[in-house]
């Protein structure tokens, strides 16, 4: 590792970053594939046309809009802009802020420079995935461990900010939210986050009536909530092509309500809150839960799970080989496999049919699992301590 770093210094290795993301993205421009890039810059259209947004507009972008009006109304200034040039500047946007979020979040983590570089190697793949894409879950998780590093900082107000921008982009990225509950002013942190829920949501005002406004809320709501199922690169796939289990919102919501219940246990553990490192385990177990859980779950997406893994093994307090297995066929399973390095006919025949993107995931999640309701508070770990040394003595 030590050699690895000396040949490619931190600073060096997040330049190398932020150019290959950037220029794989220009790449795919001018091969004539960044429909999702006008997706997001071109409803702003629809808003000063008095035209909504939430049908198809084949004279703007392919497919349905699905983000909300207030995304529109931010991705305004790439809507004047040149396509080469928006292009350019959404794909350096996302990786800065992923960066970012990475360098800040492992800020005050013993040896936080050789965590950052790990933590960066570990996400590079996926993050490149998204960027081909020109997808935002670069910016979303950049902005979801930014919001909780401001938590943690006491910072409560820019941390709401974040947490709001994400969720008018994607609704699961202000469930990161829920970690104001490990950080003071816990009160403060709730009210900005109405203050500014209600600030961002009426500014589309500024270009649309009020009326036209609560009618484009009520059309993002019905499509967000009628959106057809995703390629199902999660726990429900695995269950559907597995298991065969029947793709029905019955059995869905089941599965999810059972995701939802495993992720919210461990909070049980009112002693460890205070815990570093099981706060910093807490993130991880969140970002794979809100991919694997996810019936909308497809590979762009998993740069959030792999950002959750990155995080799980740089700040372990201890690895065994289990653990690098499972690194192992992440990298390999999860960030590999939908790139050119496996023949086409076995990520066709096998890979995506059986989601096996999402499995090494899944095993690391129930390792997570595992971790969090086995870790010890300082308390524990003092009468632990004290317990061991009573035997030593008395032998």
């Known amino acids: 590792m030590n050699k690895a770093m000396n040949w490619l210094p931190l600073n060096r290795l997040m330049v190398v970053f932020v150019f290959i993301l950037v220029a794989a993205s220009i790449q795919k421009f001018i091969l004539g594939y960044y429909n999702n890039y006008l997706m997001f810059a071109r409803p ?8 909504s947004m939430y049908v198809l507009r084949p004279e703007l972008y392919s497919d349905l809009y699905k983000y909300s009006p207030v995304f529109a109304w931010l991705m305004a200034p790439f809507y004047y802009m040149p396509d080469w040039l928006g292009v350019t500047l959404w794909n350096l946007l996302n ?6 979020g990475v360098w800040y979040f492992l800020k005050d983590e013993y040896h936080a420079d050789c965590k950052r570089w790990i933590a960066l190697a570990i996400i590079f793949p996926e993050a490149l995935i998204t960027a081909q894409n020109m997808q935002s879950n670069n910016l979303i998780v950049g902005m979801m461990l930014l919001g909780i590093y401001l ?23 202000v469930g990161a939210a829920i ?14 986050m109405v203050v500014w829920t209600v600030i961002f949501a009426l500014l589309p005002a500024t270009v649309i009536s009020f009326a036209e406004l609560g009618a484009e809320y009520e059309a993002w709501l019905k499509i967000v909530v009628d959106s057809k199922l995703g390629l199902l690169v999660s726990v429900p796939g695995i269950l559907v092509y597995w298991f065969d289990m029947a793709k029905t919102d019955g059995n869905l919501r089941i599965v999810e309500a059972v995701g939802i219940t495993l992720f919210l246990l461990p909070f049980l553990r009112f002693k460890q809150w205070k815990m570093p490192v099981y706060q910093q385990l807490m993130v991880a177990y969140f970002l794979l839960f809100v991919i694997i859980f996810n019936k909308m779950a497809e590979s762009p997406t998993y740069v959030l799970a792999v950002v959750g893994v990155a995080i799980w093994w740089v700040t372990a307090a201890e690895r065994n080989t289990l653990d690098r297995i499972l690194l192992g066929l992440v990298v390999v399973f999860t960030s590999l496999s939908p790139t050119d390095l496996f023949p086409p006919f076995i990520r066709d025949e096998y890979m995506n049919p059986y989601s096996i993107k999402a499995v090494p995931c899944v095993l690391v999640w129930l ?7 086995t ?21």
């Open 375 to 395: 870790i010890q508070s300082f308390q524990e770990r003092g009468k632990t301590g004290q317990a061991v040394a009573a035997e030593v003595a008395l032998k």
């Open 179 to 192: 970690f104001f509950l490990f950080y003071p002013r816990k009160v403060q942190f709730l009210v900005a």
């Open 44 to 51: 702003f259209d629809c808003l000063l046309t008095h035209r």
């Open 95 to 100: 990786p800065v802020v992923l960066i970012l």
């Open 151 to 173: 938590l943690r900082k006491e910072k409560v107000w820019l941390a709401a900010l974040l947490f709001t921008l994400c969720f008018y982009i994607k609704f699961y990225g």
């Open 367 to 373: 390792r997570m699992q595992y971790q969090l309701w």
